[in-house]
């Protein structure tokens, strides 16, 4: 649209994906966006994009950087790398890519929330969409992540101050406990706080698992007889929501973390009820994981050089891309980890995705297209797996979707398999 | 061989229920992807001299195809290891092969091309949780050959408790029409009604259907009357399905007859029955009350069945019924995923494998093959394992011998333990075989009836061609294992065996008509206690045209 408001559009800024956003087009560009916290609104920015498709650095038509895509990928050991900001349709497109060359396939959750995926698989998990913790939640237990600094409205629409049909009185009716591990900080918002180390944190998480379980427990040390203590008023509680950052910060982390965490969720639906909200970064990466997951198995670090998905989690993606030939970017380039990118020096790289023709790195193809939920519809998936619709605000380059079936068509043509 | 426009199937045997053929030889004729009376001499022919030719399958219960399903296709990259799917070598390139992995929830792709090397057609995923609808759509566009649609979970969802508490009947009715058409559904599903919004508000469980729900007049005979009345007077051509409270449990054959009861004289399917027959008392002791059960189903036309039956072997138990899996967890120590999902419903999942040498297991399996021998009516018992949790639909060829040879049966409750089938009708021994035309009605042409699908499981003239030819073969198993020819819309997808051509199907939903004023209603119950905004619940472009109501 060119001018114009559109109402409940979808920021796909953060995991939270609020879909109260109010956004106001002129002359084709965004000119104010309600309701959406800092995050978004650096994400939203003004709508404007580049929109240029280079081949070795000069502008080319799409089928004719489509067809170089195609050759690059038949370079092999190649890999189809899924970035964030592209609605699902598209990261099927490019999953479709992979399966056909019988490439790597790999997303930004390898490098970033996997330990929590392979806990996940191990274990299980509860957990619970937000909805759940908005209308039940009367204790929030925030484990080294307060949401203010990366997901800016978890607490006010999800979590904290919103009424819910189990907490009439929003806020004044839960409890907010924060535990701080080393220099990660729970919620600054917390009634009250208990102080791990990196070094006790795990014995913390046991020992509080133990004392859901009933297990008698030694003499233990004053934090850990707090982190008791603690999980004593989470079996008190009706419905006790964890709160972790799947996501890696500044803050070094056990990698054992979400699985204690989720050990602990899981038992304390005996005595009571508890889920993990697992916090995830922007640009649809739960899509990713999803999509990835029905069409593979897998939810990341997808191998089909052997004619079938296999699962190679123990590599993550900046180990497995500095063994390959050449890489094809999808999505917002500029949004991938930074040792995933210093991974591709010496690769022969494409990028299709928001200012490919941008990208930190040399590459030799590269397609600008839009942004999931500013310039492409579709669909884009909540940190809590809930589907979305994300639209279009304002017009943008072609469509990833419509590269991709460029390259497939570039693939088909020359009779790739 | 080319796919033509036309094709006759010349010279099989045809199993037809429907339209009262059994057995008789006599060519299939097809033409612009339906069943016609007749094609000019030379058109293009299948040769099934020999061979058995009946209707598509029709799966009318399996969890195939949703957010659900996808979590528990992520606990299990092991089961996907050992079973690599490589992509089929295809004659049509559009839409491309595509590969995938197996095990107990294979991935999109693979199911569609399985089901289709079964001879399935038509399939119906059974339970997706409303907001989640968005996903399962996504799902079954990447599940191929198969005509397919889903049941949208009610029953714990908060905005239609509220009315049944305030009384407001039609306003709920009007909720439900809503909801089917705001999904893509195709019928209304009900899973453990009232129990799972107990399993979250704290209070674990609802196991009588006249327990009230927390400190409200709610109860699940409350909420079964009013879907099944609401599903009734919007004359969907499917009734409620209904997965009823307790299931799993020794005893909960008097929950399931208290609910049959509920709803005498009224449509009802009651769902994976299997699992609500059992007698006994909770840790004191389990016995087989499947007779009872099915004498109660017998003499009630109104109401229909699918078995879930159990095989032995790996299984993943996939389910809304968060409270049931919960149970599974704490008494196996397996790993376990519970999602409550707001406003509506629960997810939950565990592996599971059934053990001949179990005596549980084995009153499960002997349970599911009483329903299915004391039947009376095959037209209202279908067949189901209850994909994945009762075993794969794979298994489905193995389930067809053990209800068409006794002695099967009899070598496999050698290996059994048999320790709680003491009054089992099975270990007295159940004689009765199903015949080829019975196998034909409660894979094919009975669900397709109790879907109200007219142009399904039946191949009268107008009929959808889906059709699938079997070599005869004395291992009955190995015959509907392997078709040799499937036939999808009047497309050859499986020749000699193999599968050549992977078309998309068509989705199947319902649009009812409903009150506009519900709609304000609703804006103001999302924007109360929802975290997506009504503009953004419903699904867009669901794809072809819905199935008409009252039909």
Known sequence: ?417 | MATPERLRIAGGAVHDPANGIDGEVRDVCIEDGRIVASLPAGTPTVDARGMVVMPGGVDIHAHFASSSCNHGRRLLPEEHAADPVPAPALLDDEPPARSGTGGTIPTTFATGYRYAGLGYTTAFDAAVAPIMARHTHEELDDTPLLDAGCFVLLGNDEYLLRQIAAGEQERARHYVAWMLGATGGYAVKIVNPGGIEAWKAGQRNLTDIDQALGASSVTPRAILDSLTDAANDLKLPHPVHIHGNNLGQAGNSATTLATMQALAGRRAHFTHLQFHCYGGEAGKGWSSAASKVIEYVNGHPEHSVDVGQVMFGPATTVTADGPVEYLLYSTSGRKWVNIDVEMETGCGIVPYSYREKAAVATLQWAVGLELFLLAKDPWRVVLSTDHPNGGSFLSYPALIRLLMDRTAREEQLKLANPKLLAGSALADGLSREYSLNEIAIVTRAGPARLLGLAGKGQLGVGADADVTVYARDGDIARMFASPRYVIKAGRLVVEEGQLRRAPRGRRLHVRPGFDQSVVRDLRKHFETFGTVAYDNYAVRDVPGEPVAIGS
């Open chain 1, 1 to 417: 649209m060119t001018a114009g408001t559109i109402e409940h559009a979808v920021c796909l800024g953060c995991g939270c994906a609020c879909d109260d956003i109010e956004v106001v087009v002129r002359d084709g560009r965004i000119a104010s966006v309600r309701n959406a916290c800092p995050v978004g609104l650096a994400w939203y920015g003004d709508g404007t994009t580049t929109t240029l498709v280079k081949l070795r650095g000069s502008a080319v038509g799409v089928d004719a950087a489509a067809a170089e895509v195609a050759k690059l990928l038949r370079t092999g050991p190649a890999m189809v790398y899924l970035a964030p900001d592209l609605t699902t349709e598209a990261q099927r497109a490019a999953i479709a890519l992979a399966d056909r060359v019988g490439a790597r396939l790999d997303s930004v959750t390898s490098d970033t929330a996997a330990s929590g995926l392979v806990a996940g698989q191990r274990r299980g998990r509860a957990t619970a969409t937000l909805g759940e913790i908005r209308n039940r939640a009367d204790v929030l237990v925030f484990w080294a992540v307060d949401p203010d600094v990366r997901y800016p409205r978890f607490l006010s629409r999800y979590a904290l101050d919103p009424v819910g049909t189990q907490v009439p009185d929003g806020a004044a009716g839960r409890k907010v406990v924060a535990v701080d591990v080393g220099d990660a900080r729970g919620a600054a918002r917390a009634g009250s706080r208990v102080a791990l180390t990196l070094a006790n944190e795990a014995a913390a998480l046991a020992v509080m698992r133990a004392t859901v379980m009933g297990r008698a427990l030694g003499d233990l040390s004053p934090a850990l007889e707090a982190a008791a203590e603690l999980a004593r008023q989470m079996m008190g509680a009706r419905y006790v929501v964890l709160v972790h950052d799947a996501e890696p910060s500044s803050s070094p982390a056990d990698p054992q973390r979400a699985e204690g965490l989720t050990g602990l969720a899981q038992a304390l639906n005996g005595p009571t009820r508890c889920v993990l909200s697992s916090l995830r970064g922007g640009g649809n990466r739960s899509g990713a994981d999803s999509a990835m997951t029905w069409q593979t198995g897998f939810p990341f670090a997808v191998d089909f050089s052997s004619g079938a998905p296999r699962y190679r989690a123990e590599e993550p993606a900046s180990t497995t891309v500095t063994r390959m030939a050449s890489v094809l970017i999808v999505g917002a380039v500029r949004r991938i980890p930074d040792e995933v990118a210093r991974g591709l020096a010496g690769r022969r790289v494409a990028v299709i995705g928001p200012r490919a023709s941008d990208a930190p790195f040399a590459t030799e193809v590269a397609i600008d297209t839009g942004v999931a939920g500013i310039h492409e519809a579709g669909i884009g998936y909540r940190l809590d797996d809930v589907p979305l619709p994300v639209p279009q605000i304002v017009a943008g380059p072609i469509s990833a979707v419509a590269a991709l079936q460029a390259v497939a068509a570039a693939l088909r043509s020359t009779g790739a398999a």
